[in-house]
């Protein structure tokens, strides 16, 4: 198993940038795929983004491509992401998970993080 705590959020103006970390610890991140969600309040988690075991080709959700970078530090058992031209439909408690798949589906993550709560304001 791994257990995985996110740091890093918190109010910032729109047009602004964040850096979100995911430290594991248990099982060795580079085991798994990394993933990031969010939820907003009265929605439903969304997938954000989601990086291989090797880091290699990242993909993201339609909505953040092109503002958010999700990058891993195996050496380092921590996964971050990187927003910004951040918007006020970005605000969400944003999660990390990790799964033995590629998937883009809240429902292959079988370890989530508390989230960091990420607010920005227009």
């Known amino acids: 198993q791994v257990q995985l705590v996110e740091s890093g959020g918190g109010l910032v103006q729109a047009g602004g940038s964040l850096r979100l970390s995911c430290a594991a610890s248990?099982?060795?991140?580079?085991?798994?795929?990394m993933g990031w969600f969010r939820q907003a309040p009265g929605k439903e988690r969304e997938f954000v983004a989601a990086l291989k075991r090797s880091g290699d080709s990242p993909y993201y959700a339609d909505s953040v491509k092109g503002r958010i970078t999700c990058s891993r530090d195996n050496a380092k058992n921590t996964v971050y992401l990187q927003l910004n031209s951040l918007k006020p439909e970005d605000t969400a408690v944003y999660y990390c998970a990790a799964a033995l798949v590629s998937s883009y589906r809240t429902n292959d993550y079988s370890f989530w993080g508390q989230g960091t709560q990420v607010t920005v304001s227009s």
């Open positions: 248990g099982r060795a991140l580079s085991f798994y795929v």
